[in-house]
């Protein structure tokens, strides 16, 4: 077989440290690849005013997969401050490099599975009855609609004369903002499409009935967000009804939702959610199964494909030697990208190697430990990255 070639972009901070020690679990689990390196990050944006280089989006057009680390992004004062001097004044425009990436390939469909690994100190638990102690058993898939929404970048301050005057043609504005000076108002719009919101829906059904399970939850804001969670949950109602009769749709809340994670998450198997809300939801299941070192994600779109960790760059803990930061999200995201490539054998083998060392116990990093990140960790037994990168290893020979 041909070796597959993967984008790999380390990005900023403990990306560098993380994807590393992936890509020491996909050799040793015997997956043949060549790895390219893609530039992507801060670095880039500094110097070159382009966080996403041009060279970088050409790997990726040529060889559909990538594997993703993490990036620093910084307000827009921060980020102007922060170009060569050389750059300034010249209409560059920080943009965050992983969003523009998910637009320009149409990586649409975002799947951020949350799942409880035994024997995790980090586990979440609730008092049950009799003052009995519970450790709900979470299994959920986070569908989120990952190119639109909030995240979709139409966004003015000082809105021009047309935006402006098409925003003074609806009721509510009218009433409600026409007192504000044109200078002072920021405006940022939430625009869902039916095309892209059915096939996250659709991702999310199949997913449902691949597994077995019986719901699909809805988790926006249709009482308040008529127009755009409304569609949302509207084409959710009739994909069950036409095409996936066995599946029921619930429907919840956003805000109620997250008070609903410390009651009874086990109980939500495939969540479903616009971009802003389906960021939110995930990190709220991640803190129930471990935290950002246990959460991974896949974004994928009809050719393209490319697989993160939801945490960011860390930048506090990039510098430290040793590195202290826990690599499993990191490892399980590759993880995903071996399923998406039919490597499914391969990627139950991790997967059970990162089970079997957690359930085990004696190999820890500083945040399975509940310590804060210092470099003094290691004189309390905690393992660094390599050294947990090393546990999982072990245990797939």
Wanted: hydrophobic fraction near 40%.
């Amino acid at each position: 077989m041909t070796k597959r070639t993967i984008v790999a972009m380390p990005g900023d901070g403990i990306g560098k440290n993380v994807l590393k020690e992936s890509v020491r679990v996909l050799d040793a689990v015997g997956f043949e690849a060549n790895y390219v390196h893609g530039d992507i990050g801060w670095e880039f944006w500094c110097k070159e005013g382009n966080p996403l280089p041009d060279r970088t989006l050409r790997l990726l057009e040529e060889h559909k997969t990538g594997l993703f680390g993490a990036i620093t992004s910084k307000p827009k004062d921060k980020a102007e401050a922060e170009l060569a001097p050389e750059l300034k004044d010249k209409g560059y425009v920080y943009y965050s490099p992983i969003v523009a990436m998910r637009q320009k390939y149409d990586l649409d469909i975002c799947m951020r599975p949350c799942k409880t690994f035994k024997g995790n100190p980090l586990n979440f638990i609730r008092r049950g009855p009799g003052n009995t102690i519970e450790e709900p058993e979470i299994d959920t898939m986070i569908f989120r609609q990952n190119t639109e929404g909030l995240y979709g970048g139409v966004e003015w301050t000082n809105p021009p004369d047309q935006v402006y005057e098409a925003l003074m043609t609806h009721k509510k504005f009218k009433e409600n903002f026409a007192w504000c000076p044109r200078p002072e108002l920021a405006v940022s719009t939430r625009i869902l499409t039916k095309k892209y919101t059915t096939r996250i829906i659709k991702a999310a059904f199949e997913y449902a009935k691949t597994k077995g399970f019986n719901y699909v939850t809805v988790c926006e804001k249709p009482n308040v967000i008529r127009e755009t969670s409304g569609m949302m949950l509207k084409i959710a109602q009739e994909m069950s009804k036409n095409e996936f009769p066995g599946i029921k749709v619930q429907d919840t809340n956003i805000d109620a939702q997250m008070m609903w994670l410390t009651k009874n998450p086990e109980t939500y198997n495939v969540v479903v959610a616009s971009n802003m809300f389906g960021d939110i939801i995930s990190d709220g299941f991640a803190g129930l199964v471990g935290g950002l070192g246990f959460a991974c994600s896949a974004n994928i779109g009809p050719e393209v494909a490319v697989f993160e960790p939801t945490h960011g760059s860390a930048p506090k803990y990039a510098g430290f030697n040793p590195s202290i930061v826990n690599p499993v999200a990191m490892i399980l995201s590759a993880c995903m990208m071996l399923e998406h490539l039919g490597e499914n054998e391969k990627a139950k083998r991790i997967y059970d190697a990162v089970a079997s060392v957690v359930l085990e116990g004696k190999v820890r990093t500083y945040d399975m430990m509940k310590l804060s990140g210092n470099p003094d960790v290691f004189s309390k037994g905690a393992a660094t990255t390599e050294q947990m990168t090393d546990a999982i290893i072990a245990k797939l020979k």
